[in-house]
C-alpha cells in the first residue's frame, strides 16, 4: 500500500506541476487566453497538456525512481515530458486556430521542467548531504583518478556506513582539473605531488581508481605509491571486470602482478582456433596451477572434448566443477591417472584418442626433489616418455611440453629431469608424424608452493619474510599470461622446437619481498623483517632461458621465440635413460652421476638426500 500510495502522491504531483506552470505562464501572458477563445479554450488546452504530461510520465516511469538518486537520466526524462506536455497542445492549437501563443508554451516549459525536477533535486541534495556513517572514521584515503571512476568510489567511500574509510582528495595528471573540485574534494595536483600531499594530509591508504588505463602506466603509479609507506589499493582493469576476475566498483589490494606493468597479450585467435577448435583436447595436471588454467583458456576454442588427467582426485574434482559450472555445454571428461602409469596412460590414449596434449604432469619444487631423486626422475623424466610416446603411437597431432628456465645448465635434479623431458620428446619427433615442441619460461606469480603465496603467509603472521640470498633473481609472469603464449607457441609448432616466452626484466627476489611488505601497509625491517636463510639445495643466484647450444630467432609473436633444435642422437638417449630407470633405487649419489652423464651442463652443488 505504501509504495501504491507514495506512486500516487508522484503522480499527483507531477501532474500538478503541468497545470499549475500553466496557469502562471497564462498569468504572466494574459493575451493568450483570449488567442485560445476564452476559458472553453484554456480548459481544453490544460487538459490535453495534463493527458500528454501523464503518459509521458508513465513511458518514462518517473513515479518508479527513486528521487534520493536522482540524476542526468532522470533530468532527461523530466525534460523530454516538460517539452511533450508544452509543445504538442502548442502545436495543436496553432494547427486547429491558426494562432497561438509562443511566449505561453516557453513559460510553460519552463514551469513545469521546475516544478518537476526541482522537488526531486532538493531531495537528492537534502540526502547526499546528510547520508553520513555513523561509525567513527579511522582511516584517510587519498584517490588517484578523479575521473567516474574515482568519483563513485569517493561517493561510496562518504555514504556506505560498512566503509571505515573517508576520501580526503584526488590526484589526477590533468592540469584542467588541478585546483578544482569533485563532490566537495580537492583535486590536489598530479602524481609528482603524491608523496608530499600523503605526508601533509596524514593519508593512510591510497586507491588507484584508473581501471582503463595501461598496465604499464599502473606499474608507474603503485612504484610511485609504494615509497610513501601507506597500504595502496586498486579498482580492477576493464578486462578483469569483464572477464569475472574483479567485481566492478570493487577495490583490491595491489597486488605484485601490477608492478610487473605489461601490457595485455595480442593473442592470434585464428592460428590457436585452428589447431583446438573441435579436436580432442588433453591436459595432463589438470588440476595444477598451470594445468587448470590451460583448461580455463583452452575451453573458450571449442574443442569437441576436454580430458582433464591429474593424479590428485580433490584438485581435478575441483578443476571439473569450475569448468562445467562456467562452460555447461563443453564436453569434457576426468580422468584420475598417474603419468607414471604406461598402462592407465595407454588406455586413456586407446580410449579417447586425444588429437592435442598438453603435458603440465611434473614434479616442480626443487628443494623436495633434491631430497627425492627418485621421485622426480619417475615424474619428469618417464611421465613424460610414457604420455609422449603414446602420444606418437595413437596419431596425436600435437605435443606441448611445459618447461622450465631451470632446465638450462640446470644446478637442481628438477631441471636436470625436466632437460631430460626436452631432449626425449625433440628425439622422439624426429621420427614421428606427431609435432612435439616444449615451451619453457620461469616462476610464475601465485602458483602453489611458489614464494609469493609464501611471503603473504608470512606478513600476515606478523614476520620475518624469509629470502634465501640477498643477490638472487628470477623470471617472473602471471599464470593467465604464461598459459596464453603457451598455447599461442603451440599454434607456431612445426616439431622439435623448444619456444621460449619474453618473460620481462628479470625481478630480484628481495625487492619483491620489499614491494610485499610496503603494499600490505608496513615497513621493511621497520614493521615486518627480513631474514635471509641461506640457499637451498639446488637452487642457483639466477635462471638463465637458453643453453649454450642454443640459437634465438623470433616467431610471429612478439613475446615468444625459438631455441635452434638440438642434434640428439636417440640410439644413445634411449640407452642412457634405460640406465637411469637401473639406478632409481640406489644411492642418490649414483642417480646424480647418470644425470650428469645424460645432461654435461648439470652441475651437481651436492646435498643430502634420501632415495
Given at each position: 500500500m505504501r509504495v501504491a500510495y507514495r506512486t500516487k502522491v508522484i503522480i499527483g504531483w507531477d501532474l500538478a506541476?503541468?497545470?499549475?506552470?500553466?496557469?502562471?505562464?497564462?498569468?504572466?501572458?494574459?493575451?493568450?487566453?483570449?488567442?485560445?477563445?476564452?476559458?472553453?479554450?484554456?480548459?481544453?488546452?490544460?487538459?490535453?497538456?495534463?493527458?500528454?504530461?501523464?503518459?509521458?510520465?508513465?513511458?518514462?516511469?518517473?513515479h518508479r525512481r527513486i528521487w534520493q538518486y536522482t540524476g542526468i537520466a532522470e533530468l532527461k526524462c523530466i525534460l523530454q515530458t516538460a517539452l511533450l506536455a508544452a509543445l504538442i497542445p502548442f502545436v495543436a492549437a496553432w494547427v486547429l486556430q491558426g494562432q497561438a501563443q509562443t511566449l505561453l508554451m516557453l513559460h510553460h516549459f519552463i514551469g513545469i521542467a521546475a516544478l518537476m525536477a526541482g522537488p526531486r533535486i532538493a531531495w537528492r541534495a537534502f540526502c547526499d548531504k546528510y547520508s553520513v556513517k555513523k561509525q567513527p572514521i579511522t582511516r584517510r584515503a587519498l584517490i588517484i583518478g578523479?575521473?567516474?571512476?574515482?568519483?563513485?568510489?569517493?561517493?561510496?567511500?562518504?555514504?556506505?556506513?560498512?566503509?571505515?574509510?573517508?576520501?580526503?582528495?584526488?590526484?589526477?595528471?590533468?592540469?584542467y582539473k588541478h585546483r578544482m573540485q569533485v563532490l566537495g574534494l580537492p583535486v590536489f595536483g598530479g602524481r609528482g605531488d603524491i608523496g608530499c600531499i600523503v605526508e601533509n594530509h596524514r593519508i593512510d591508504e591510497i586507491v588507484i581508481a584508473m581501471p582503463s588505463v595501461s598496465k604499464t602506466q599502473i606499474s608507474a603509479l603503485?612504484?610511485?605509491?609504494?615509497?610513501?609507506?601507506?597500504?595502496?589499493?586498486?579498482?580492477?582493469?576493464?578486462?578483469?571486470?569483464?572477464?569475472?576476475?574483479?567485481?566492478?566498483?570493487?577495490?583490491?589490494?595491489?597486488?605484485?602482478?601490477?608492478?610487473?606493468?605489461?601490457?595485455?597479450?595480442?593473442?592470434d585467435l585464428e592460428h590457436i582456433a585452428g589447431y583446438v577448435e573441435q579436436k580432442v583436447v588433453l591436459v595432463t595436471g589438470a588440476g595444477g596451477s598451470i594445468g587448470s588454467e590451460l583448461c580455463r583458456q583452452i575451453a573458450p576454442f571449442a574443442p569437441s572434448k576436454l580430458l582433464l588427467l591429474g593424479h590428485g582426485e580433490n584438485s581435478i574434482y575441483n578443476i571439473e566443477m569450475e569448468m562445467r559450472s562456467v562452460f555447461p555445454d563443453l564436453p569434457i571428461e576426468t580422468?584420475?591417472?598417474?603419468?607414471?602409469?604406461?598402462?592407465?596412460?595407454?588406455?586413456?590414449?586407446?580410449?579417447?584418442?586425444?588429437q592435442v596434449v598438453f603435458h603440465a604432469a611434473a614434479h616442480k619444487h626443487v628443494p623436495l626433489m633434491e631430497r627425492n631423486p627418485a621421485e622426480a626422475i619417475k615424474n619428469n623424466v618417464f611421465g613424460t616418455k610414457n604420455v609422449s610416446e603414446c602420444a606418437d603411437a595413437y596419431g596425436a597431432e600435437r605435443f606441448v611440453l611445459i618447461s622450465t628456465d631451470k632446465a638450462v645448465n640446470p644446478t637442481s635434479v628438477m631441471g636436470t629431469t625436466k632437460r631430460i623431458a626436452e631432449m626425449f620428446i625433440q628425439s622422439l619427433d624426429k621420427h614421428s608424424a606427431t609435432k612435439f615442441v616444449a615451451v619453457r619460461f620461469g616462476n610464475v606469480l601465485g602458483s602453489r608452493g611458489s614464494v609469493i603465496p609464501r611471503f603473504k603467509d608470512q606478513i600476515l603472521k606478523g614476520g620475518p619474510v624469509t629470502v634465501t640470498h640477498p643477490e638472487m633473481v628470477r623470471y617472473f609472469?602471471?599464470?593467465?599470461?604464461?598459459?596464453?603464449?603457451?598455447?599461442?607457441?603451440?599454434?607456431?609448432?612445426?616439431?622439435?622446437?623448444?619456444?621460449?616466452?619474453?618473460?620481462?626484466?628479470?625481478?630480484?627476489?628481495?625487492?619483491?619481498?620489499?614491494?610485499?611488505?610496503?603494499?600490505?601497509?608496513?615497513?621493511?625491517?621497520?614493521?615486518?623483517?627480513?631474514?635471509?636463510?641461506?640457499?637451498?639445495?639446488?637452487?642457483?643466484?639466477?635462471?638463465?632461458?637458453?643453453?649454450?647450444?642454443?640459437?634465438?630467432?623470433?616467431?610471429?609473436?612478439?613475446r615468444i621465440f625459438i631455441g635452434r633444435p638440438a642434434q640428439l642422437n636417440r640410439t644413445e638417449l634411449d640407452f642412457e635413460i634405460r640406465k637411469m630407470e637401473k639406478v632409481l633405487g640406489q644411492h642418490p649419489d649414483e642417480i646424480r652421476a647418470v644425470l650428469q652423464h645424460l645432461v654435461p651442463s648439470y652441475r651437481n652443488v651436492g646435498t643430502t638426500a634420501v632415495g
Open positions: 506541476a503541468i497545470l499549475l506552470s500553466l496557469a502562471a505562464a497564462y498569468i504572466m501572458e494574459p493575451a493568450a487566453s483570449e488567442a485560445l477563445g476564452g476559458a472553453a479554450g484554456w480548459l481544453l488546452y490544460g487538459a490535453a497538456s495534463a493527458a500528454i504530461g501523464f503518459w509521458s510520465v508513465t513511458r518514462h516511469r518517473l578523479a575521473g567516474s571512476c574515482g568519483t563513485l568510489i569517493a561517493k561510496e567511500m562518504q555514504q556506505n556506513d560498512g566503509v571505515n574509510v573517508t576520501p580526503v582528495g584526488f590526484i589526477d595528471d590533468d592540469p603503485v612504484n610511485i605509491c609504494k615509497t610513501t609507506k601507506v597500504k595502496l589499493r586498486i579498482v580492477p582493469d576493464l578486462q578483469d571486470m569483464i572477464d569475472g576476475r574483479g567485481a566492478s566498483g570493487r577495490v583490491r589490494d595491489v597486488s605484485v602482478e601490477d608492478l610487473l606493468g605489461r601490457d595485455p597479450i595480442r593473442t580422468v584420475i591417472a598417474d603419468v607414471q602409469d604406461r598402462t592407465r596412460i595407454d588406455a586413456v590414449f586407446a580410449k579417447y584418442r586425444p609472469m602471471t599464470i593467465p599470461e604464461a598459459v596464453q603464449l603457451v598455447i599461442q607457441a603451440g599454434s607456431f609448432a612445426k616439431g622439435g622446437e623448444v619456444f621460449i616466452l619474453d618473460m620481462g626484466k628479470p625481478v630480484k627476489i628481495y625487492d619483491l619481498a620489499v614491494d610485499l611488505i610496503r603494499l600490505s601497509g608496513y615497513e621493511p625491517n621497520l614493521d615486518i623483517d627480513i631474514a635471509f636463510t641461506g640457499m637451498r639445495e639446488g637452487e642457483k643466484l639466477y635462471e638463465e632461458l637458453l643453453t649454450n647450444e642454443e640459437g634465438l630467432s623470433s616467431t610471429m609473436h612478439n
